[in-house]
Nanobody, 115 residues
Framework: QVQLVESGGGLVQAGESLRLSCGASGLSIGTMGWYRQAPGKQRELVASITRGGTTNYSDSVKGRFTISRDNAKNTVYLQMNGLKPEDTAVYYC???????????WGQGTQVTVSS
């Protein structure tokens, strides 16, 4: 069983920065990532990172967001710079168990960017 605890969301103005953190409890944590869901829209991948550090970003955040992780702490971070109003969404942490391949989700943290 994997449990994820997120922190770091909030309300900021356009152009400002936020850093999200997500700690995972449990063993065999593989790829971790951040997804987001805006009102009336489907949940979408923001960024992911493998245990070996390979990253993947959605085109909408490339050059502005940076994902990183600390394997010793089973923690993943999302540094969000140059935030835009269209980044407003609930951000969800995701982790995959590399033994069972099951996906786990955090409770979500709200990010609101005002113009």
């Amino acid at each position: 069983q994997v449990q994820l605890v997120e922190s770091g969301g909030g309300l900021v103005q356009a152009g400002e920065s936020l850093r999200l953190s997500c700690g995972a409890s449990g063993l065999s944590i593989g790829t971790m990532g951040w997804y987001r869901q805006a009102p009336g829209k489907q949940r979408e991948l923001v960024a992911s990172i493998t245990r070996g550090g390979t990253t993947n970003y959605s085109d909408s955040v490339k050059g502005r967001f940076t994902i990183s992780r600390d394997n010793a702490k089973n923690t993943v971070y999302l540094q969000m710079n140059g935030l835009k109003p269209e980044d407003t969404a609930v951000y969800y942490c995701n982790a995959r168990n590399f033994i069972t391949t099951l996906n786990y989700w955090g409770q979500g943290t709200q990010v609101t960017v005002s113009s």
